[in-house]
């Protein structure tokens, strides 16, 4: 009888063994089919980038040829004196395609994760309050909109114009997905996300976030739509609502900014959609943007520009917008086509406005070789699609100067006189709390012919510089500031401005503070107390070695 208990109880012990094994074998097969999935998923969506950032390029010098002639044409009317209602109809419907066309164009790159990011120092917080009037218009009077701040909320780095379309466009999701009406809450949040959940998300690094959900109370999703919602083109709205590239512009913006994003979703019940971005860990507060001077710029001076492009029709079209703004154009083809032309001249130019993909040699290639000859060359480049030439990582390299294709006539002369102006306004800011050394610096700049604004707070400083669009030879600040460090200040001013000569007045530590700074060719530091003598030599060092610069930009 004992045989036989022990003989049962072994093969209850078999059995459990055989059923342990087995729940670790589907264990494992369901992990490797997972991570399987997402290699796949991951490789579809890499090689759709691929195809769309390749796309975008042709397509965007198309679109910036058709809306840029459409453009030529209102402005040819309107000089003529013509008013007919009809043609004007007509030219406005078409310019409204082509810019639907840009915007679609543009939101593929951002899916390719291909569109050039400017990011600078965020408050999320902000950003989102500030689009609360945007949302509420946008949305209807059937949804209501919550939006839930987070005190103590960290900052991010990212590119504002990008999140806020991010936002809006999941904004404009939700609302579709409530036809009825219902709730959309924006919450922001700070994470910190562990490397259980990195392990799980294997794209994914662990660290501390910033979290911006948008959470509705529609229709919600089946998991067959979830497992395809970032896909371009793919959607679930009935032809003619969508063009099925908000997500996709999501997805792309979101994880070339670092970041994670995930949707979490059931039928019936609602979706929302996690935002992840990286924390900024830096001092200083960020200040809310300028609104931007958007008044047509004509050229004083007749400056000569080089235009080089390598599309026919898109260096017709940007070079009469040149000349009709009143500059003295060159214009080459590609880059050899360029230099031959500058050694056949024999004379400097003002600026190189230069397509970036060229075949044979690229545009920053051929800036590189004219600043060998001229070092002081501005440089502006255009281009639907940058490949690595101008960024790295996604974003603008230092100094970088471009439009991205399709520009405006608008934006092209504001642009050109952004850049042309720099270093030739004859003022210089002066920051300083103490009204005395305000007035005696602006003094000793009077007698070189410059003319002096003031400011007495870092918060005052900024805005002075945004309102200005940064039109300032240099800016004198002093270290201490009664509201911010100026050396914080004179960061926030090197991220608004990559070429704004700043000399920094520091009553102690000059040697230290010069050494800080000793990789930016536009900031020096000059001990207090100083004369005016000491001041113009300073500020003139300063000039030259800023217009110089580095010939390897």
């Excluded at 579809?44 to 691929?50: I, L």
């Excluded at 940058?386 to 603008?396: K, Q, V």
């Excluded at 230092?398 to 102006?421: H, N, S, W």
């Excluded at 991220?495 to 800080?516: M, Q, V, Y």
């Amino acid at each position: 009888m004992w045989d036989a208990v022990e003989r049962a109880n072994a093969v209850d012990d078999l059995r459990a063994l055989n059923a342990d094994l087995e729940r670790r074998i589907a264990a494992a097969v369901a992990e490797r089919e997972k991570a399987e999935e997402a290699l796949r998923q991951s490789q579809k969506m890499e090689a759709v980038g691929q195809l769309t950032g390749g796309i975008a390029h042709d397509f965007n010098n198309l679109l910036t040829i058709v809306t840029g002639n459409i453009d030529m044409a209102s402005r040819a009317l309107e000089a003529a004196g013509v008013n007919d209602p009809r043609a004007r109809r007509a030219l406005d419907n078409a310019m409204k395609g082509g810019e639907r066309a840009a915007a679609l164009t543009h939101r593929l790159l951002a899916f390719s994760r291909r569109q050039p990011l400017a990011p600078k120092p965020t408050d999320a917080d902000r950003l989102v309050a500030g689009m609360s009037d945007l949302l509420g218009r946008s949305l209807g009077e059937t949804v209501s909109l919550e939006i839930v701040t987070s005190p103590g909320l960290w900052r991010i780095e990212a590119d504002q114009n990008q999140l806020e379309n991010a936002i809006l466009n999941l904004a404009l999701n939700a609302r579709d997905a409530m036809p009825q009406g219902g709730t959309l809450t924006i919450e922001t949040a700070n994470a910190r996300l562990g490397d259980e959940y990195s392990a799980q998300h294997a794209e994914v690094a662990p660290g501390q976030y910033v979290v911006i959900a948008v959470t509705d109370t529609g229709e919600g999703m089946t998991r067959e739509t979830l497992a395809r919602v970032f896909e371009p083109f793919f959607t679930t709205k009935e032809v003619g609502r969508g063009t099925g590239l908000g997500l996709s512009q999501v997805y792309g913006f979101t994880k070339q900014s670092g970041g994670h994003v995930k949707i979490y979703s059931e039928e019936n019940q609602g979706t929302t959609v996690k935002i992840y971005l990286p924390r900024l860990v830096s001092d200083g507060e960020v200040e809310p943007a300028a609104e931007q001077v958007t008044d047509l710029e004509t050229s004083p001076r007749r400056e000569t520009i080089l235009a080089v492009e390598d599309d026919d029709d898109v260096r017709a079209y940007t070079v009469e917008c040149l000349r009709e703004l009143g500059y003295r154009v060159l214009e080459a083809h590609d880059g050899p086509s360029a230099l031959a032309l500058m050694e056949r001249q024999g004379t400097s130019v003002d600026l190189l406005f230069t397509d970036v993909v060229m075949p044979g040699m690229s545009g920053r290639e051929l800036a590189d070789e004219l600043r060998r000859r001229q070092p002081d060359l501005r440089v502006l480049y255009t281009s639907g699609y940058t490949r690595n030439a101008i960024t790295h990582g996604g974003r603008l390299d230092e100094g970088v100067e471009m439009i991205a294709k399709p520009f405006t006539y608008q934006a092209l002369a504001m642009k050109l006189r952004d850049m042309l102006e720099a270093g030739r306004t004859k003022r210089v800011l002066v920051v300083d709390h103490d009204p005395m050394v305000r007035a005696l610096v602006a003094e000793s700049l009077a007698g070189v012919d410059y003319t002096a604004d003031e400011a007495a707070t870092a918060a005052e400083a900024l805005m002075t510089v945004r309102a200005a669009q940064g039109r300032f030879d240099a800016v004198v600040l002093d270290l201490a500031l009664p509201d911010k460090p100026g050396d914080l200040v004179a960061a926030e001013l090197r991220a608004l401005h990559a070429d704004l000569p700043i000399l920094i007045a520091a009553d102690a530590g000059a040697e230290a503070l010069a050494a800080r700074f000793a990789e930016d060719r536009c900031i020096a530091v000059i001990a207090k107390p100083y004369t005016g003598g000491l001041l113009k030599e300073a500020l003139a060092d300063l000039g030259m070695r800023c217009a110089v610069g580095d010939t390897g930009q």
